[in-house]
């Protein structure tokens, strides 16, 4: 059973990076049939997409946050991550890992249980 | 523009349907299948129906997916206390060639 699971800071200070990770547990990281991707959500607010990647390191990033963010995958160690440079309070949020089917992708079939990132000094 | 829109809110009584629309553009719906994912208070979010009107494998067939035109809705029919949720539609848009998630639905049963 494919599980996923973030780790990584819970506070950063403005100006610097939030850098996570995403463990993928109960399956291989590279196979064709998915990508594999970030979704985060502003406390109270909804949810908003970063970026897919394949296991090949093709990438899919939000137009929006396109200039700050760096997606990663790193398939000897079965995970991937996600940079996002020059934070602000407005960047505090739950971030989720999911995987995404290769067909579809807006489809996020399993998530993590999310870690929560607060910016602040 | 790229965007979905919902409503914000969406409420009934145990056993009723409750309906939820999800309204897009010709890059993004009209293009491309629509996902929608459930999210209860405290947890991830989950996904409830895909390409359109598929069901995952566990999710009630109490919830069902509808799609035409710029336009998606996911009804929820026999009401349960257990629905109380946030709910999400998401596609894929052509023009942004990004993901667009809705704003978010919260259902109340009353």
């Known amino acids: 059973q494919l599980q996923l699971q973030e780790s990584g800071p819970g506070l950063v200070k403005p100006s610097e990076t939030l850098s996570l990770t995403c463990s993928v547990s109960?399956?291989?990281?590279?196979?064709?049939?998915?990508?594999w991707g970030w979704i985060r959500q502003p406390p109270g607010k909804g949810l908003e997409w970063i970026g897919n990647?394949?296991?090949?390191?093709?990438?899919y990033y939000n137009p929006s946050l396109k200039s700050r963010v760096t997606i990663s995958v790193d398939t000897s160690n079965n995970h991937f991550s996600l940079d996002l440079t020059s934070v602000t309070a407005a960047d505090t949020a739950v971030y989720y890992c999911?995987?995404?089917?290769?067909?579809?992708?807006?489809?996020?079939?399993?998530w993590g249980r999310g870690a929560l990132v607060t910016v602040s000094s | 523009q790229s965007v979905l829109t919902q409503p914000p809110s969406a409420s009934g009584t145990p056993g009723q349907r409750v309906t939820i629309s999800c309204s897009g553009s010709?890059?993004?719906?009209?293009?491309?299948?629509v996902n929608w994912y459930q999210q209860l208070p405290g947890t991830a979010p989950k996904l409830l129906i895909y390409?359109?009107?598929q069901r995952p494998s566990g999710v009630s067939d109490r919830f069902s997916g509808s799609k035409s035109g710029t336009s998606a809705s996911l009804a929820i029919s026999g009401l349960q206390s257990e629905d109380e949720a946030d709910y999400y539609c998401?596609?894929?848009?052509?023009?942004?060639?990004?993901?667009?998630f809705g704003g978010g639905t919260k259902v109340t049963v009353l």
């Open positions: 010709s890059s993004s719906i009209a293009s491309n299948t």
């Open positions: 990647i394949f296991y090949s390191g093709s990438t």
């Open positions: 109960g399956g291989s990281i590279s196979t064709n049939r998915y990508f």
């Open positions: 998401a596609a894929w848009d052509d023009s942004l060639n990004g993901v667009l």
């Open positions: 390409n359109n009107n």
């Open positions: 999911a995987l995404v089917r290769s067909e579809w992708f807006s489809h996020f079939g399993l």
